[in-house]
């Protein structure tokens, strides 16, 4: 992407509007894929000569098999080398619609993370209005959600939104715990309900009557 929005002298000038980016990368995209089927077309052409020739079994003939040889070895070469930028930009114009995809003015904004998810977390991220709302809280960013692994991609304000609302996704988790009656009296009594609260950082309610503490 960097080959893209720079010119190569001492200062580098302001970065091109995303989608200026974008159709250059798509540009260039088509021009490299081009230009490999080219290459392709052309050692198909020289290996159907290399047969042709050998056929021949003259001392002319091997002689011109060497030097097409030479010639096959060069285009293997550049070929290589044009896969290999090809498949640069293809990388670079995938991060380009990522950026666009997350709504972004400048794809170095771009931030790409994945998740883990409480087995919680995951089960109330089923329901897509949940998932539209996280989406909502992380500035627009797009969201991809695979079990209990989560995949962001959007700016970096968006990720710190979205950690806080996740956090507030998971402070609505409740479940009751069975005490036994004797038990729960002495937590009561020395304070070990507060204790637990203070180091796991939740919020414990008890309920002697029917033997239940609500984490």
Request: aromatic letters at 2%; one cysteine or more.
């Amino acid at each position: 992407i960097r080959g893209l929005t720079s010119s190569g002298g001492a200062e580098m000038s302001p970065a091109p509007p995303l989608n200026t980016l974008l159709e250059a990368a798509e540009g260039r995209s088509l021009e490299l894929d081009s230009e490999s089927e080219t290459l392709r077309d052309e050692l198909a052409a020289l290996e159907k000569e290399v047969v042709d020739k050998r056929a021949e079994k003259t001392i002319a003939a091997q002689k011109a098999v060497q030097e097409l040889l030479k010639k096959k070895e060069t285009l293997q070469k550049k070929s290589k080398l044009m896969d290999a930028a090809a498949g640069h930009v293809r990388l670079a114009l995938a991060k380009l619609k990522r950026a666009q995809a997350a709504g972004l003015d400048d794809w170095k904004e771009l931030k790409e993370e994945k998740l883990k998810l409480s087995d919680f977390a995951a089960d109330r991220l089923k329901d897509k209005a949940e998932v539209t709302r996280l989406e909502a809280a992380a500035c627009g960013a797009s969201l991809k959600i695979e079990g209990s692994a989560l995949t962001f991609n959007g700016s970096s304000k968006g990720f710190d939104a979205l950690k806080s609302a996740l956090e507030q996704l998971e402070s609505a988790y409740s479940c009751d715990v069975e005490v036994e009656a004797v038990t729960l009296r002495l937590l009561d009594i020395r304070g070990g309900l507060q204790r637990l609260e203070k180091k796991h950082s939740v919020s414990l309610t008890a309920d002697s009557g029917a033997g239940l503490v609500r984490i």
